[in-house]
């Protein structure tokens, strides 16, 4: 097993920057990716920024550029740091955890979700 806890979010004027954060404890040795996803209310939720055990990482066009994903092997934590924040970055941010897969369906642990608003 794996649990996830994250912290940081919070509320940000457009233009500014957080930093949220995804601290693994448990059996992460088998983990291969970790993730950050988001989620508006009534959409779905949508991949923000992965990261695999061997560096690899990727974004969708809507952050390229502005958010940066990154981890800390000793602290067994992935952070993301996010600048230029625009208010339609707002939404409830999740990082998930898989051992194997691409897929958002292919994670298998999941953190509590924190809440990330950006005023205009």
């Known amino acids: 097993q794996v649990r996830l806890v994250q912290s940081g979010g919070g509320l940000v004027q457009a233009g500014g920057s957080l930093r949220l954060s995804c601290a693994a404890s448990?059996?992460?040795?088998?983990?291969?990716?970790v993730a950050w996803y988001r989620q508006e209310p009534g959409k779905q939720r949508g991949l923000v920024a992965s990261?695999?055990?061997?560096?690899?990482?990727n974004y969708p066009d809507s952050v390229k550029g502005r958010f940066t994903i990154s981890r800390d092997n000793a602290k067994n934590t992935v952070y993301l740091q996010m600048n230029s924040l625009k208010p339609e970055d707002t939404a409830v941010y999740y990082c998930?955890?898989?051992?194997?897969?691409?897929?958002?369906?292919?994670?298998?642990?999941w953190g509590q979700g924190t809440q990330v608003t950006v005023s205009s």
């Open positions: 990261i695999t055990s061997r560096g690899i990482t």
């Open positions: 448990g059996n992460i040795g088998s983990i291969k990716t």
């Open positions: 998930a955890a898989r051992r194997h897969g691409t897929s958002e369906y292919d994670n298998d642990y």
